[in-house]
């Protein structure tokens, strides 16, 4: 769950993917940006997009909705970069996660967040920190724990991506 403190509450960005709203700690956020040019890069696990140029650093982009089992994204208008930082050991990694459109930022409560079901969620359980309770309490974001989604092999196999050669 939180490392917060029982008092405090949290801030959260919440984003659509796959028509559902997931949500993650705003100081693992570092920008959002909208959807570009992104290059796609042979040979990659289908859920790495490709790699996108951020002020001089090649980052790569990360299909979340592919990552968690379901169809590839579509891209329309909405679509957008959000730029986290991922922990790899004791390094942060920059890394780009392409979402359906940007939701909002929300404050969440400690007493409204509730733990991860075990069942009817649409992703792997160990994915979710929880699932916090929007405004009168009967929907739910589900709170990502991003440093599981990608795994630290994951991370690193997406961090050492090239845009290839033109």
Same mark, same amino acid.
């Given at each position: 769950?939180? *490392?917060?403190? $029982?008092?405090?509450?949290?801030?959260?960005?919440?984003?659509?993917?796959?028509?559902?709203?997931?949500?993650?700690?705003?100081?693992?956020?570092?920008?959002?940006?909208?959807?570009? *040019? +992104?290059?796609?890069?042979?040979?990659?696990?289908?859920?790495? =997009?490709?790699?996108? /140029?951020? =002020?001089?650093?090649?980052?790569?982009?990360?299909?979340?909705?592919? !990552?968690?089992?379901?169809?590839?994204?579509?891209?329309? =208008?909405?679509?957008?970069?959000? +730029?986290?930082?991922? !922990?790899?050991?004791?390094?942060?990694?920059?890394?780009?996660?392409?979402?359906?459109?940007?939701?909002?930022?929300?404050?969440?409560?400690?007493?409204?967040?509730? $733990? $991860?079901?075990?069942?009817? *969620?649409?992703?792997?359980?160990?994915?979710?920190?929880?699932?916090? =309770?929007?405004?009168?309490? !009967?929907?739910?974001?589900?709170?990502?724990?991003?440093? !599981? +989604?990608? /795994?630290?092999?994951?991370?690193?196999?997406?961090?050492?991506?090239?845009?290839?050669?033109?």
């Amino acid at each position: 769950m939180s *490392t917060q403190s $029982p008092s405090a509450s949290s801030q959260y960005l919440s984003f659509i993917i796959a028509g559902e709203e997931y949500a993650l700690g705003i100081l693992q956020v570092k920008e959002i940006i909208e959807y570009d *040019t +992104v290059t796609r890069v042979p040979g990659v696990p289908a859920w790495v =997009r490709g790699v996108f /140029n951020l =002020r001089g650093s090649v980052v790569p982009v990360v299909d979340l909705s592919v !990552k968690l089992g379901m169809p590839p994204s579509t891209l329309t =208008r909405w679509s957008c970069i959000v +730029v986290v930082e991922v !922990k790899l050991g004791q390094e942060r990694l920059v890394l780009g996660l392409l979402s359906d459109a940007i939701g909002q930022v929300i404050e969440l409560e400690p007493g409204a967040v509730v $733990p $991860p079901p075990s069942f009817g *969620t649409p992703i792997h359980g160990d994915y979710l920190l929880g699932m916090g =309770r929007l405004g009168t309490g !009967k929907k739910f974001v589900l709170m990502l724990d991003i440093d !599981k +989604v990608l /795994n630290s092999q994951e991370v690193l196999a997406a961090s050492t991506l090239r845009a290839p050669a033109a």
